[in-house]
């Protein structure tokens, strides 16, 4: 059974070990507002969720 990621992002975390999840064969599933984000957390089981600018000023 395969492991499912949602990585919500603006930009930048996409970078950090794409390549490594897609040859373990990850599904990954991206998002980029929260409209999108509920439509993936909501219609699949999400065993990890990746979420960049979590707090003010962050990113």
């Not at 930009?11 to 980029?32: C, D, G, M, V």
């Amino acid at each position: 059974m395969k492991n499912n990621i949602l990585i919500v992002d603006d930009k930048e975390i996409i970078h950090i070990s794409l390549r490594q999840l897609f040859e373990e064969q990850y599904n990954l599933f991206f998002a980029f507002n929260t409209k999108q984000a509920d439509k993936h957390f909501y219609k699949t089981k999400i065993d990890l969720l990746i979420i960049d600018y979590i707090l003010w000023g962050g990113g």
